[in-house]
């Protein structure tokens, strides 16, 4: 096959084994722990809606280092929201929850960073607020562990800290809308493909970071994710 470019690498994530796993698409899950809804101004169970990051916003973060990504243009509220990253292994259209479990590869500890003000000005305006979650560096990720490592993960701890000071906390089990409930829902708007993640939504205690700032997020099995902004 002869290109008129040359085409982008393929975006990957390392893996507990030290193989990657390509990344296909990025679909996020919006206000899913009651306490962040409430934070951000909403409450009760409404139903799950997403929005979708390109894949080339990941910045993979091999376990035990540190990552990094610059302070991005156009915000000064440049926000941390910490996550389970779920990978899917195996695509599928209208799954059903009883079975969504089959259809996950592994877990991994995520960051689905935000400019803020951005994405706040675009909601008053009744816009898409691509330019407040989806731009580049904004999903840094830690290695990828395989559910037959871990198993199915629905309760642990989920902590964020800047600069060693706790800024979240919660616990997977406070998820609105579970995993496997997520990708149900997921899987009847679109069809899900090996190589997804799904950033599964952050509990409450979002807040700002600046150059300098030093980011650890942490859930129960999965380790820790490091990362710093420049």
């Not at 193989?19 to 296909?24: I, K, L, R, S, T």
């Not at 979002?206 to 650890?216: L, S, T, W």
Request: aromatic share 8%.
């Amino acid at each position: 096959m002869r290109y008129v470019i040359n085409p982008p690498a393929v975006v990957t994530v390392p893996t507990a084994d030290g193989a990657d796993f390509p990344v296909h698409r990025i679909y996020c899950v919006g206000r899913n722990y009651a306490e962040h809804a409430q934070e951000m101004g909403f409450s009760g169970r409404e139903p799950p809606f997403f929005f979708l990051k390109p894949a080339d916003t990941v910045v993979p973060v091999a376990d035990g280092a540190t990552g990094q990504i610059e302070y991005p243009t156009l915000t000064s509220n440049f926000h941390h929201e910490i996550e389970l990253v779920v990978a899917i292994g195996i695509g599928g259209s209208h799954i059903q929850a009883a079975d969504a479990a089959r259809h996950i590869w592994g877990y991994a500890v995520g960051l689905d960073m935000t400019r803020r003000d951005l994405q706040t000005e675009m909601k008053k305006q009744g816009r898409p607020w691509c330019i407040g979650k989806a731009f580049e560096q904004s999903a840094p990720i830690g290695p990828l562990l395989p559910l037959a490592q871990t198993g199915e993960l629905t309760a642990g701890a989920i902590t964020l800290a800047v600069n060693g000071t706790r800024r979240q906390t919660g616990d997977l089990k406070e998820l609105i809308w579970n995993v496997n409930e997520t990708i149900e829902a997921l899987s009847r708007a679109w069809t899900l493909q090996p190589g997804d993640l799904i950033y599964t939504g952050t509990p409450a205690g979002v807040g700002a970071v600046v150059r300098g700032d030093v980011m650890e997020g942490a859930i129960d099995g999965l380790g820790t994710l490091r990362v710093a902004v420049h």
